[in-house]
């Protein structure tokens, strides 16, 4: 069956740094588009950063840019977003997706991946 495993989330003083991983199995991984999600409480899921299905084109939120990197190892079937700089407004739970069939361009609502892990709680204290 489709898992996705997330890990490495905490909690870190502000200007800190995270990385957390996804483990992916029972789909074709390296076929998918790969996206991080986050929900802070009372707000909307919003797509943090997505990486293309060889790894060679990335997109990121503005309120990310610069400060988070996105990256995969299609031999280990694994999802990294490397967080730098950490600031409190950073505190949600982040979810590693999968896209199935869609491509990374066609847009970033949560209605378009397919498969989702349980997520994993990053907190920033300032």
């Known amino acids: 069956q489709v898992q996705l495993v997330e890990s490495g989330g905490g909690s870190v003083q502000a200007g800190g740094s995270l990385r957390l991983s996804c483990v992916a199995s029972g789909f074709t991984y390296g076929s998918n588009c790969m996206g991080w999600f986050r929900q802070a409480p009372g707000k909307e899921r919003e797509e943090v950063a997505k990486i293309s299905a060889a790894g060679g084109i990335t997109y990121y939120a503005d309120s990310v840019k610069g400060r988070f990197t996105i990256s995969r190892d299609n031999a280990k079937n694994t999802l990294y977003l490397q967080m730098n700089g950490l600031k409190s407004e950073d505190t949600a739970m982040y979810y590693c997706?999968?896209?199935?069939?869609?491509?990374?361009?066609?847009?970033?609502?949560?209605?378009?991946?397919?498969?989702w892990g349980q997520g994993t709680q990053v907190t920033v204290s300032s």
């Open positions: 997706a999968a896209r199935g069939s869609l491509p990374c361009s066609s847009g970033a609502a949560p209605s378009e991946y397919k498969y």
